[in-house]
């Protein structure tokens, strides 16, 4: 069984990972007897951008979530962004997550072989948000 990997947004800690890496990649101020590990320093904070930019795709299912959307990506290499105020209802079953809309619009989503605990921290995490909402 294939595991969702969860990560709520959060905004100080994507932050600071952002301006590390802006720091690292600014680093060509360091006296030119260091320019071997200002090198390194500038490749160190491009690669932490590139990670925290593109982290989503490094995992086929992954759910990413704050106080304005939802971030979902199960079973396909592409994801779907869905503001929780455009969120009308969800069906949840063994094998599809469908997410309704304010514009008549259905969001399938594949659950097969997806670990029924992280099928069930779905639906947790999409009544959680009826209920602050």
């Known amino acids: 069984m294939a595991r969702i ?3 709520g947004l959060n905004p100080i800690k994507t932050s600071i990972i952002k301006a590390l890496s802006i720091v690292l990649l600014l680093s060509f101020i360091l006296p030119k007897t260091f320019s071997s590990l200002s090198i390194k ?3 160190l904070g491009f690669s932490l951008l590139l990670i925290q930019l593109f982290k989503r795709y490094f995992h086929k299912n992954y759910i990413d979530w704050n106080k304005n959307m939802l971030i979902i990506k199960l079973n396909s290499f592409k994801d779907k962004s869905i503001n929780w105020f455009e969120i009308t209802g969800f069906e949840l079953s063994d094998s599809t997550l469908i997410i309704y809309t ?3 619009e259905e969001n399938r989503f594949d659950l097969q ?6 099928i069930e921290q779905t639906n947790q995490l999409l ?3 009826f209920t602050t909402t």
């Open 41 to 43: 320093i500038r490749a």
């Open 102 to 104: 304010h514009f008549n």
């Open 127 to 129: 009544l959680n948000s």
């Open 113 to 118: 072989n997806i670990a029924s605990e992280d």
């Open 5 to 7: 990997h969860f990560e």
